[in-house]
């Protein structure tokens, strides 16, 4: 079956970087869309990033763009979240995501563009 396994959160001052490790199994990595996703306290799950099966084209939203990087690793069925310049309200749990359909990255920044997740790792920013 599809697990993910998200690594690499913790506690960290403001300005400062983390690096979140997702570890896929239970399926071809490299035909699918992954995502990451964020949920703060009291607050909606949302969509932080995402990267076509082959590493080609990647999306982001607004409020990260510029501070954070995601890549893969199709040879070690990872993918990852380099998180630079965290402010507090980064903080949140970070959810990897393995997109719903096979080679496409249609609704790539919806949960419903995505049907595996992971338990989660908690970041939390101090000031």
């Known amino acids: 079956q599809v697990q993910l396994v998200e690594s690499g959160g913790g506690l960290v001052q403001t300005g400062g970087s983390l690096r979140l490790s997702c570890a896929a199994s239970?399926?071809?990595?490299?035909?699918?869309?992954m995502g990451w996703f964020r949920q703060a306290p009291g607050k909606e799950r949302t969509f932080v990033a995402g990267?076509?099966?082959?590493?080609?084209?990647?999306y982001y939203t607004n409020s990260v763009k510029g501070r954070f990087t995601i890549s893969r690793e199709n040879g070690k069925n990872t993918v990852y979240l380099q998180m630079n310049n965290l402010n507090p309200e980064d903080t949140a749990v970070y959810y990897c995501a393995r997109g719903r359909y096979y080679r496409t990255d249609f609704n790539y920044a919806s949960s419903n563009g995505y049907d595996s997740w992971g338990q989660g790792t908690q970041v939390t920013v101090s000031s």
């Open positions: 239970g399926f071809t990595f490299s035909n699918y869309l």
């Open positions: 990267i076509m099966w082959d590493g080609s084209r990647t």
